[in-house]
T-cell receptor
Framework: EDQVTQSPEALRLQEGESSSLNCSYT??????LFWYRQDPGKGPEFLFT???AGEEKEKERLKATLTKKESFLHITAPKPEDSATYLC????????????FGKGTRLHILP | NAGVTQTPKFQVLKTGQSMTLQCAQD?????MSWYRQDPGMGLRLIHY???????DQGEVPNGYNVSRSTTEDFPLRLLSAAPSQTSVYFC??????????FGPGTRLTVT
């Protein structure tokens, strides 16, 4: 069964302390990998799409990278407003397959 | 553009009652879907539609119905509410089954 696993489940960092969130997947030949940010009480907000190993995308303090088996969301010098749950999702290769979401990493940045 | 809108934001139902959660998008997206989000379970796909007049089941369809008469609207009907349907419901849309754009969610409590 195709799976998406995110780690750690929760992460507390000091403001300015860089770190990375991991998303590992067992899907072969995925059509895309997606990162979302979800604030409490709100719907997930789309951040990035990655399509192939080696690809990188950046937005402000966030950079997403992709290998054949995992993706990382690197957070550089985070600020308290970066606190949120970050969700990873993959789209398997077959046309009838649906997006598979991970359970997310809860990130808390302390001022 | 309003993006994806959902109504109501909050709802309390008694067991056995029925109701419809509304979802609309103004981005001319063909693909629309409904998810539920429960603690520890992540996002689970209930039903989806690849265009007007076409719907299909997702991972957890029991107890829910959908229809898609227009590109813009994708209502979710709870036929006979049960406490197990207490959850946060998100509607999402996309051009294809790729990067999803989520609505703000409906918090449903069934007593």
């Amino acid at each position: 069964e195709d799976q998406v696993t995110q780690s750690p489940e929760a992460l507390r960092l000091q403001e300015g302390e860089s770190s990375s969130l991991n998303c590992s997947y067992t899907v072969s030949g995925l059509r895309g990998l997606f990162w979302y940010r979800q604030d409490p009480g709100k719907g997930p907000e789309f951040l990035f799409t990655l399509y192939s190993a080696g690809e990188e995308k950046e937005k402000e303090r966030l950079k997403a990278t992709l290998t054949k088996k995992e993706s990382f969301l690197h957070i550089t010098a985070p600020k308290p407003e970066d606190s949120a749950t970050y969700l990873c999702a993959v789209l398997p290769p077959n046309r009838d397959d649906k997006i598979i979401f991970g359970k997310g990493t809860r990130l808390h940045i302390l001022p | 553009n309003a993006g994806v809108t959902q109504t109501p934001k909050f709802q309390v139902l008694k067991t056995g009652q029925s109701m419809t959660l509304q979802c609309a998008q103004d981005m001319n997206h063909e693909y629309m879907s409904w998810y539920r989000q429960d603690p520890g379970m992540g996002l689970r796909l209930i039903h989806y539609s690849v265009g007007a007049g076409i719907t299909d089941q997702g991972e957890v369809p029991n107890g829910y119905n959908v229809s898609r008469s227009t590109t813009e609207d994708f209502p979710l009907r709870l036929l006979s509410a049960a406490p197990s349907q207490t959850s946060v419901y998100f509607c999402a849309s996309s051009l294809t089954q790729g990067a999803l754009y989520f609505g703000p969610g409906t918090r449903l409590t069934v007593t």
